[in-house]
């Protein structure tokens, strides 16, 4: 690695799509723990993002600086530049071949809710570790308040909820915001499409 590239001590990286309460837990006690933390926005080929990337980092930006405060807040003794973070996307590549040559990290920070997690989780550290033995995954489990929160849960209750005040229990205010716009947005086209259909009948019986 040359000299003139950032160094980090751990990398975590989620599609967060969007981030949420659980997503941040994660972040803060992955900063506490290593201190120097990348968080890495990932792409699932099998899955179109609600959010950009940009839009997600923007998320995350926002996440990790209030994690970095919080650490500062509990521990009297804790140094601003001790902590650092740095958020990116990566697309098209292994999350461990980008940690070992891009920043150097020597971990892979994961978190772990469920049994499922846990069987998924293990044969993923087991090819990890085959590709590159110097990188080790560590497991965190969150607080059980948080152990069954998803982005893929979140995005299934916007359509339900009339406001974002419910959803503060699952993500940010930020990302609560930007999840019901979204999602007044694609009704208003909906009924537009019904509005159009509609209309285009009438013609053809006319």
């Known amino acids: 690695m040359s000299a003139d590239k950032l160094q980090f001590n751990a990398v975590y990286a989620a599609t967060f799509d969007p981030p949420t309460r659980g997503h941040a837990w994660m972040i803060r006690e992955g900063m506490r723990l290593m201190k120097r933390l990348m968080i890495v926005v990932a792409s699932n080929p099998g899955k179109t993002p609600l959010f950009s990337s940009e839009d997600r980092m923007a998320f995350l930006y926002s996440i ?3 994690a970095k405060n919080d650490i500062m807040m509990s521990n009297r003794d804790a140094k601003w530049e001790d902590y650092e973070f740095g958020i990116t996307a990566v697309a098209d590549r292994l999350i461990v071949d980008y940690a070992a040559s891009d920043v150097g990290a020597k971990y892979l920070l994961r978190g772990i809710r469920s049994v499922a997690d846990f069987d998924y989780e293990r ?3 087991l090819i990890n570790s085959d590709r590159n033995a110097g990188v080790t995954t560590v497991f965190l489990m969150p607080p059980r308040e948080l152990a069954e929160i998803s982005s893929s849960l979140v995005k299934g209750l916007v359509p339900f909820i009339s406001d974002y005040r419910f959803l503060l229990n ?11 716009e979204k999602h007044q947005i694609s009704k208003a086209k909906a009924l537009k499409l019904e509005a159009a ?3 285009k009948l009438l013609d053809e019986k006319k």
């Not at 940010?172 to 930007?178: C, F, Y």
């Open 170 to 180: 699952y993500v940010g205010s930020d990302v609560a915001d930007a999840l019901v």
């Open 123 to 125: 044969q993923m550290q």
């Open 197 to 199: 259909k509609g209309e």
């Open 64 to 66: 990790a600086h209030q």
